[in-house]
């Protein structure tokens, strides 16, 4: 996960963060995942005990799951923290 291009990703990121919001916040994560009990669970248990809303939507066929997490953060640097932790997730989308 130390790609240059990801790391460029989540510095901008944190800055768009703080200049759009007012921290704590409601943010919402939306993640695409191949249809796995497993990486679904994972993701989920990423955000335990935090008072997330966790939807899930499998797609038409089914291959695939939308996981929308929404959930109080207290800073930027937290949000990109999630998002670290859920791509060590294999084969999930982070939009």
């Known amino acids: ?3 240059p291009k990801s790391e460029e990703f989540y510095a901008k990121l ?3 963060l703080a200049d759009t919001s007012i921290w ?6 939306k993640f695409i995942v191949p249809s796995d009990h497993k990486k ?3 993701i989920e248990s990423i955000f335990d005990n ?3 809303v966790i939807t899930t939507k499998e797609s038409s066929k089914g291959k695939y799951t939308s996981i929308s997490i ?5 800073n930027p640097e937290l949000v990109i923290i999630k998002y670290k932790q859920v791509a060590t997730v294999d084969g999930v989308i982070s939009l």
Not at 24 to 29: A, E, F, G, S
Not at 70 to 74: D, N, P, Q
């Open 50 to 52: 935090m008072g997330a």
């Open 1 to 3: 996960m130390n790609d």
């Open 40 to 42: 679904i669970e994972k």
């Open 24 to 29: 704590p916040t409601k943010y919402l994560y």
């Open 70 to 74: 929404l959930v109080k953060m207290k």
């Open 14 to 16: 944190k800055i768009q």
